[in-house]
């Protein structure tokens, strides 16, 4: 007799990635407008050439004995990447209170820095809230979920209706989170929160000792410059703020697969540093064992010579214009077509991804009759729309507003003309 699986009970996860539907559509004319990181025109994976020049370098390099990195990482990388973040000349830096932690993507710094807020964090507090933004919820949450994590709350910055950030929402949800609550921030920030904004939410998170958990998954290609788009974060730990940011750098090297991540640490004082690092490596030895050495030696090399860095800045400058562009070629294209609403908040807004303004409506009649697949939180990645699909995909985004809003109006005439003449009901009774 067949003895039957004890996994029996294991339920099926549904793929939700648009790039899995894209992958499995069969049509000719799909797009994915829901990438992961940054398409050149030719919709081929845009690397700076700079690291293109330092991948072929790497493999002739007699120094490399492939043995295995330490727990917390190459040592040039992760000082580099704090640098980069918070400033060669941050007081923190300065003070020794400021660490790297080379981790598997910006996810795995994320879940190491949740991991060991969970374990210690909550020493101080009975029961650590969490707050992350309502677009983010599915991935971080559940990532803060498995930690450990039991009161996780979601804030609203974005207005949708607006097109652009509530600022006055966000610091109202912030005044009433409990006190000590972690929440997650995003910065460069596409949706365009002022050094002011930033400024008034530090105060506000100072007032309600709440902590900050930063994310910078792709810093420059914002608005171009490297410290601008780190500002807030630098803000945060000139304030004195204690905080955890994870880094990314699969969008702005072009290193997708090479997963690498750094864990930036701020505390008060060097020995706590010593301490908190100490816990972030018995972490890593059961969770990963120790990073990977290829992608971090190349962001290296990158960081820490002036001609390379150079060279990497002027590619994501390029980016950035490129981006800028299609966001301006897009809002045009939608104006000619007389496309309802305003699309003002398409170059408003900087960055890789754009809130787009669609319905859910509008996305599903995307992807059912256009083949055009979005983010899960209606965002789109900029850098899939290209010279080639351009076209489609503006026109595409009229057809789903213009045939949504009639159905609407369709409904609505209907609901209208049945409360003006109620049918009579009868039954056999009478």
């Not at 991540?261 to 505390?267: P, S």
Request: charged content about 20%.
């Amino acid at each position: 007799m067949e003895t039957l699986s004890v996994f029996l009970d294991v339920p099926l996860v549904k793929a939700t990635l648009p790039l899995d539907a894209y992958r499995a559509d069969p049509s000719p004319q799909k797009v994915c407008l829901g990438h992961a990181g940054c398409q050149t025109d030719a919709d081929e994976v845009w690397i700076p050439p700079v690291v293109k020049q330092i991948l072929l370098q790497i493999p002739q390099d007699p120094t490399l004995d492939h043995e295995y990195l330490p727990e917390l990482g190459v040592l040039e990388f992760t000082r580099a990447a704090m640098e980069l973040a918070i400033g060669k000349d941050s007081r923190a830096l300065l003070d020794n209170r400021a660490g790297g932690v080379q981790t598997i993507g910006g996810t795995g710094a994320v879940w190491i820095g949740a991991e060991f807020l969970r374990r210690w964090y909550n020493y101080y507090l009975a029961s650590a809230t969490v707050l992350i933004a309502t677009p983010h919820l599915d991935n971080l949450g559940c990532i803060f979920q498995v930690a450990g994590f039991t009161d996780i709350r979601t804030y609203h910055y974005w207005d949708p209706v607006k097109l652009t950030v509530d600022t006055e929402g966000f610091l109202g949800e912030l005044e009433g989170a409990p006190e000590g609550s972690v929440v997650f921030l995003h910065a460069p920030e596409e949706t365009g929160l002022t050094p002011k904004q930033w400024t008034e939410v530090a105060e506000v998170m100072e007032k309600r000792h709440l902590f900050p958990f930063f994310d910078i998954a792709a810093q420059g290609l914002a608005s171009g410059n490297l410290d601008r788009d780190a500002w807030a974060l630098q803000h945060f730990v000139g304030k004195g703020f204690e905080l955890l940011c994870a880094q990314s750098f699969s969008k702005i090297f072009g290193l997708y697969d090479e997963r690498v991540g750094n864990l930036i640490v701020v505390t008060k004082d060097n020995q706590t540093l010593i301490r908190i690092q100490s816990q972030l490596a018995k972490q890593i030895r059961m969770t990963w064992f120790g990073p990977t050495s290829l992608g971090a030696r190349v962001i290296a090399m990158v960081l820490t010579s002036p001609a390379l860095l150079y060279e990497w800045k002027q590619s994501l400058l390029s980016l950035v214009k490129r981006i800028m562009l299609i966001r301006e070629k897009l809002k045009e294209k939608l104006r000619i077509l007389g496309t309802p609403g305003s699309w003002e908040h398409l170059t408003a807004q900087s960055g890789v991804y754009s809130f787009i303004g669609l319905l859910p409506s509008q996305v599903e009649f995307l992807a059912k009759h256009k083949h055009i697949y979005l983010l899960a939180n209606k965002q789109i990645n900029i850098c899939s729309i290209n010279s080639k699909n351009l076209d489609y995909v503006a026109q595409s985004i009229h057809e789903a507003i213009v045939t949504t809003l009639f159905q609407e109006h369709q409904s609505e005439n209907k609901e209208k003309s049945t409360e003006a003449h109620p049918r009579v009901q009868w039954s056999p009774s009478e």
